[in-house]
């Protein structure tokens, strides 16, 4: 996956595909939510059922990129900075938030043990793992039982509880993908996946040091 020379392949084009699908599908369900209302009409049906479709269609894509990347065996790198101890964890995140609020250094010590992810990204993971569950369970919950039965309100709760956290998860990967020591990474999704070499034996020490190997 990774071929390193001047410019390094760190987004493979699958992972570029699925990132720019699912930006798609969520600006649909976004459109369709803010169009369904309290009074019913025809309108209102129309965006339900487009809500509802292509939510059933973003869950499918979700659940068979999940599929292909367990098939194909593929470390889930993201979860990595988990394993390291809370201590280090803290530090680590109070460095970044130092360096995006106030352009502070992050000190050598914690960006020397940084590797492809940092622990506001596994943080970030956390939260959107947690939100698609509640947001998938809480959105077939409606589907299968019906907006209007008994019960309904314990699956809207968990739809609008799991969107909610999506929204908070989506704001703060933007303000992390658009701060300037990250736009690198921004230009890779969207262009060949490629950055220069030296930005990621900056910005990831660690994983630099695991995968260079000249």
Do not use: C
């Not at 299968?144 to 799991?162: K, P, Q, W």
């Not at 703060?172 to 070499?197: D, M, Q, W, Y």
């Amino acid at each position: 996956m990774y071929r390193f020379n001047d410019r390094v392949t760190l987004i493979s084009a699958g992972f570029r595909i699925f990132h720019i699908l699912l930006i798609i599908g969520s600006g649909f369900l976004l459109y369709s939510a803010l169009g369904l209302d309290d009074e019913g009409g025809g309108g209102s049906l129309n965006m339900f059922l487009l809500h509802r479709e292509i939510g059933l269609l973003w869950g499918f894509v979700i659940i068979a990129y999940a599929g292909y990347a367990v098939l194909k065996r593929r470390k889930i790198r993201i979860i990595e900075p988990l394993d390291k101890p809370v201590t280090v964890q803290i530090k680590e995140a109070f460095s970044i938030i130092g360096r995006y609020f106030f352009g502070r250094g992050i000190p050598g010590r914690v960006r020397k043990n940084m590797g492809r992810h940092n622990i506001l990204a596994s943080y970030a993971f956390l939260l959107l793992v947690a939100g698609l569950i509640l947001l998938g369970v809480g959105g077939l919950g409606l589907i299968i039982t019906g907006a209007d039965a008994e019960g309904s309100n314990m699956f809207l709760i968990a739809h609008i509880l799991g969107a909610g956290m999506l929204a908070l998860f989506v704001l703060s990967h933007l303000f992390a993908v658009i701060n300037r020591e990250n736009r690198p990474l921004l230009s890779a999704v969207f262009t060949n996946g490629k950055v220069r070499r030296e930005w990621v034996e900056e910005a990831m020490p660690s994983f630099a040091e695991e995968h260079f190997r000249d």
